[in-house]
Structures are given as structure tokens and as C-alpha cells.
């Protein structure tokens, strides 16, 4: 009985696992390929750009989107349940801005559809994109997006990077390495080998009918994920335009890291919870092709969680054999660890090296064992609303 159980556990890691190392070295060794994009007139468009309270950022987010705009495309702010100057500062800056006010019902997913009900009854578009009000929009990546749109018919997910910044002391290297690992580099190997990826909540555009029938009004605190398995259940999965780029900088104050970090990572972890059983089941009975891909994604826990599970199955299975269990076990756990640390080192030479320097190695421990309080208050206290997080100067 204890044999069986280790296997199982050993198993069920090799899933996440080996999905990782595979879009690593896909990532790293795959070229990634020039696009077929749509010619001709480039299709209408729409940028909806929620805000909640982001008067410190919102001009510098409208000033990386106007230039890109062609005649008669239109960048709406969504100004929601804003107690500070946001709308101000956004009509200033030459957007369309609509003032939601709701206290009961509180979060990104209900501004987004909001701004999706106002395109629908005041001329919709061909293409909506959605940007945060904290982002960069790299010039020509607007282009790229509608165009790719145009091209598929399906959803497109710009590369969305979240930077350091110059000054940072909250953040360390390895967290922002470990989001570049979750949001751009393992995406890109699934695109490299033709999958769909999930969309990150900025840089993303859909074709209008899609954006139109999309259940987004929802307090879900990732409703991105949610939105990419909705569309994928309608046969039109997203996919990724590496070449688009949008950008963002992780928050300086503790208090606004804190609240990012749990809201991501109790969002992932519910979302395994509440929507890979289904997806499965799905998948069983041959219902939404091109499923599995995306399972197999959203099953790859957060990387210091999965750290730690790894190390777990070492100890137990280690324990097994000592008292004498098979051996096996133990052998596919080591081996298990020995791909994670190499698809990881793989990552870090080819994309981390001027995020995280070889100095910082020694602080992996104090950064996976760190958030342990994070995943045990999944456990007993998960954040289930959105919260926005604060910014440098809040």
C-alpha cells in the first residue's frame, strides 16, 4: 500500500514537471517563427483599459497607446469605483472614460465588462485589446495584435513581462524571474510547439464576437485564466504573438507585492482546484479539442510550491526505501528533481541572466520557504475577491 501511494504521488509530479522542462526547451530551442499577420486595411479597433484608482500611471499607460491608434480606433478607460483623479487625468489625456460606480460588486472582471457592454451600443469594433492601466504598450505591438487576430480568428496574447525596475528592495530577483518563467518563457515553448497559451490580463486582443459574448462580469481574481478556458470551451483558444509586447513593474511597497504575489498564487491554486477535475473529465469524453494543452499549463503549480512538493516526494519516498518500500519512488523523485533544476538553469542562461545573478542562488531556500505562510493561508483563508494592488506612492 505505501509502494502505491509514493508512486501516485511521484507520478502526479511528473506532470507538472515534465510540462515545464518540455516548454523550457522548447522555448529555448525552438526558433520562434515570424508570423503570417492579415494584410490590407488594418481592422477597427477598441483598447479598454480598467483603472481603479491609477492616477499616478494612467497617462503614462494612454501615452504608450495613442500613437498607435489609426483613424477612428478608440482607447476607453474604465474609471472603476475610482475615489482619486483617474477619469480626470484620462480625459486629459484625450481617452473616452466611463465612470462605473458599484461597491458591491468590486473587481477587474466587472469594469471589463462594462467597458464591453458601452463598445456594444456605441459602435462596436472589429478587434477590442485589453491593456492594464499600469502597462507599456511597446510601439508597433497594437498592430501586431489586431493583425494576428485578424489573421486566426481566435484570441492573441502579447509577451507580458513585469520588470523590477531601477529600485526594488521589496521583489527579489528570483520572484521576478520566476513570473518571467510562468508568463513568458514557458508560454512561448507551448507556442513554439504550436499549443495555445493562456492569456496574462494585459496584451490581449479578441475578435469582437468573442469579446462580445464573454461571461466577464465576475469578482474572479484571475479572470484571465478563467476567460482562456471559457474561450477555449468555444473553440477558440488563445494564442501568443511573441513579437507584441507589453510591460509592467512590479510594486515597490511590501504591502502591494504581498497582495499581488497572494492574489496570483491563490488564484492559480484555485483555479487546479475548482477547474482541472472538469477539464479532465472534458478531455475524457473528448469534449473541447485542444484541451489538453492548457490543462496540462494550469497544472503546473506556482515554482516555489512545486519546489517544495518535490522536495517532499524525496523525503517520503527516501523514508519508504529506508524502511523497506521500493526503491523506485525515490529513483523517479531524484530524477524528477534533477529536470526541474535543469530545465530551471536552462531558463536562467538563455532568459534570466540579467534578472537574477549567480550571487543570488544561495537565496532560492529563504525564497521558496518564504511562502509557505502564502499556501498555507490558501488552505484556511484563500483570497477569493479581487484586491487591487498598491502601487509605489500609494
Not at 41 to 60: F, G, K, T
Not at 72 to 93: E, M, W
Not at 180 to 191: F, N
Not at 222 to 234: H, N, Y
Request: net charge positive; hydrophobic share 50%.
Amino acid at each position: 500500500m505505501v509502494d502505491v501511494l509514493l508512486y501516485a504521488f511521484v507520478l502526479l509530479l511528473a506532470i507538472p514537471v515534465g510540462t515545464m522542462v518540455v516548454s523550457i526547451v522548447a522555448a529555448v530551442f525552438v526558433p520562434t517563427r515570424l508570423l503570417p499577420l492579415s494584410t490590407g486595411p488594418r481592422p477597427s479597433l477598441a483598447v479598454l483599459v480598467p483603472a481603479h484608482d491609477e492616477a499616478l500611471v494612467i497617462a503614462a499607460t494612454l501615452d504608450t497607446i495613442r500613437p498607435q491608434l489609426a483613424a477612428g480606433d478608440r482607447v476607453v478607460v474604465i474609471a472603476d469605483n475610482c475615489s482619486d483623479d483617474t477619469a480626470a487625468i484620462a480625459r486629459a489625456a484625450g481617452a473616452e472614460v466611463l465612470e462605473r460606480h458599484d461597491t458591491l460588486r468590486r473587481g477587474k472582471g466587472y469594469a471589463l465588462d462594462h467597458g464591453v457592454r458601452f463598445l456594444e451600443s456605441h459602435q462596436p469594433p472589429e478587434v477590442v485589446v485589453f491593456v492594464d492601466a499600469d502597462c507599456n504598450v511597446t510601439p508597433g505591438t497594437l498592430d501586431l495584435l489586431v493583425r494576428r487576430c485578424r489573421y486566426t480568428g481566435r484570441p492573441v496574447q502579447a509577451t507580458y513581462d513585469m520588470l523590477l525596475g531601477t529600485d526594488n528592495p521589496t521583489v527579489p530577483p528570483i520572484s521576478a524571474f520566476a513570473w518571467k518563467l510562468r508568463a513568458v518563457i514557458c508560454p512561448l515553448g507551448m507556442h513554439h510547439l504550436g499549443c495555445a497559451t493562456f492569456l496574462m490580463g494585459s496584451g490581449m486582443a479578441l475578435p469582437w464576437p468573442l469579446a462580445r459574448d464573454l461571461p466577464l462580469a465576475s469578482g474572479q481574481i484571475v479572470e484571465d485564466m478563467q476567460m482562456t478556458l471559457d474561450l477555449a470551451r468555444r473553440g477558440a483558444p488563445p494564442v501568443m504573438c511573441p513579437q507584441a509586447r507589453v510591460t509592467s513593474e512590479f510594486p515597490v511597497s511590501r504591502a502591494g507585492a504581498t497582495s499581488q504575489r497572494t492574489r496570483w498564487e491563490h488564484g492559480h491554486l484555485g483555479m487546479i482546484v475548482s477547474q482541472a477535475p472538469r477539464l479532465l473529465s472534458e478531455i475524457s469524453r473528448g469534449v473541447g479539442a485542444g484541451l489538453l494543452p492548457l490543462t496540462l499549463d494550469l497544472c503546473v503549480p506556482p515554482k516555489a510550491l512545486l519546489v517544495m512538493l518535490l522536495l517532499s516526494s524525496v523525503l517520503l519516498s527516501g523514508l519508504g526505501a529506508a524502511i523497506g518500500a521500493s526503491s523506485g519512488p525515490f529513483i523517479v523523485s531524484l530524477l524528477l528533481v534533477g529536470l526541474f533544476l535543469g530545465s530551471v538553469w536552462l531558463a536562467w542562461a538563455r532568459f534570466g541572466r540579467d534578472i537574477v545573478p549567480p550571487s543570488e542562488a544561495f537565496r532560492v531556500a529563504k525564497y521558496v520557504f518564504a511562502k509557505i505562510p502564502l499556501y498555507l493561508r490558501f488552505l484556511v483563508r484563500r483570497q477569493v475577491e479581487w484586491v487591487r494592488s498598491k502601487r509605489d506612492a500609494d
